[in-house]
């Protein structure tokens, strides 16, 4: 195995995931993802709700509102949008 071999498969096992919700399909090949994680108080000691907003990019639009998906951390796209969809766990209910 090469270095550059190496620095590929290092930096393949480093990229950060996070795994969330479909809040907005508006954008053409972006979506808007919605992360929440909860959190113990330092001082109460009641876990607290807190919640991101992630643009990531989707290249063939085929992910839609309500849907879970898990976004990983790639280059930096655009001036917002550094993460990437990469596996749809749960489709939207449709009701």
Do not use: C
Not at 50 to 62: G, M
């Amino acid at each position: 195995m090469n270095q550059a071999t190496q620095v590929a498969t290092a930096e393949a096992k480093n990229k950060r995931t996070l795994t969330g919700r479909i809040v907005s399909d508006k954008m053409d090949k972006t979506v808007t993802v919605l992360v929440e994680r909860a959190v113990k108080h330092p001082v109460l000691g009641k876990v607290v709700r807190r919640s991101k907003k992630y643009h990531a990019h989707s290249p063939n639009n085929e992910f839609k509102q309500g849907d879970t998906v898990m976004i990983e951390e790639t280059r930096p796209l655009s001036k917002t949008k550094a993460w990437q969809v990469t596996k749809l766990l749960e489709k939207a209910r449709v009701e």
